[in-house]
């Protein structure tokens, strides 16, 4: 027969408890805050994409209102769009970048070289080639602030003038 009487919970097992207890919540704390810090870094690269993707969309109506507009672009300087005072507004490409909020916003237009084979353009290269000035390559840039430092999206298209 046992000679200890037992009544409730001794003070090991409560320290055991307790100490258990605050284990899962400072876990549970930790992967909450590392869940926030990675939906923050969603949300900000989400709303990145958005502006550059949107830079593209506003190039290619550029192109499809006039492609000399898009054309006579300094190829390799920055540009941003913005809208006009016309019914209905058109996009108008300004030298320099744009921020907008966190984000800086910039398209950048280059050259395009092709393989000539028989008077007809084949594949883009990057070095030799032809130049194909029915063709431009735009690169929509964004960069923003973190906490980590600077973070940028870059996104290519090719517009044609066919």
Do not use: C
């Amino acid at each position: 027969m046992n000679n200890f009487d037992q009544k409730g919970f001794g003070l090991v097992e409560i320290i055991i408890a307790a100490t258990i207890g605050t284990i899962v919540f400072l876990s549970a704390i930790l992967y909450l805050n590392f869940s926030l810090k990675i939906v923050a870094e969603d949300i900000n690269r989400a709303e990145a994409l958005y502006f550059a993707k949107s830079s593209l969309e506003q190039a290619r109506s550029v192109r499809d209102e006039d492609w000399t507009n898009i054309n006579a672009l300094v190829k390799g300087s920055e540009y941003y769009f913005e809208a006009d005072a016309s019914d209905p507004k058109k996009w108008i490409p300004v030298f320099g970048s744009k921020t907008i909020g966190r984000y800086t916003v910039q398209i950048v237009s280059s050259d395009v070289y092709r393989v000539l084979d028989g008077g007809i353009y084949k594949d883009i290269v990057s070095s030799g080639g032809a130049l194909d000035v029915e063709t431009l390559k735009i690169t929509s840039s964004v960069s923003y602030q973190t906490k980590n430092g600077i973070k940028q999206i870059e996104l290519h298209e090719y517009l044609t003038n066919f």
